[in-house]
């Protein structure tokens, strides 16, 4: 059973904070299980051969599934899924089964005011490779 975390005390945050890293090693089966889920069956996320075909190194991650990912690390800081009122970023790499996927964020904003907060997001592989650039999200807490 997991743990129910409090939500974030927005009193204590502070623009520079970092937040904890999330890491997910991307899986053909959880590829897949996007693919179900989202109804995004293009064949270069199923089918390693078709994805060759067109010049990967074979099957890849769905963009939207990375952009999960980070979204998740937003959430697990928060302590809430409610809280967040928009995410965007730019998809800047593909990734792989058998990639790690490492999210990171940082406080860019507080509007004491509006208790909202502005975070800067990214995600690279465990090469180092940028896969997920310019997200922003703000949230209300």
């Known amino acids: 059973m997991t743990a129910v975390r409090e939500v974030v005390d927005f009193k204590a945050i502070k623009i520079g904070d970092a937040l904890p890293d999330l890491r997910k090693t991307v899986t053909v089966e959880q590829i897949r299980a996007y693919a ?14 078709f994805a060759r075909r067109a010049g990967l190194p074979g099957v890849i991650a769905h963009g939207m599934l990375t952009m999960a990912f980070v979204n998740q690390l937003v959430t697990d800081w928060l302590g809430s899924r409610g809280a967040v009122r928009s995410l965007q970023g730019r998809f800047a790499g593909m990734v792989l089964p058998g990639d790690e996927v490492r999210c990171t964020g940082t406080v860019l904003n507080k509007d004491d005011s509006r208790r909202r907060i502005t975070l800067s997001l990214g995600a690279a592989n465990q090469r180092g490779e940028r896969v997920f650039t310019k997200g922003v999200a703000e949230a209300e807490v």
Not at 36 to 49: C, F, Q, T
């Open 36 to 49: 179900a889920a989202s109804g995004d069956r293009n064949p270069i996320h199923l089918d390693d051969e």
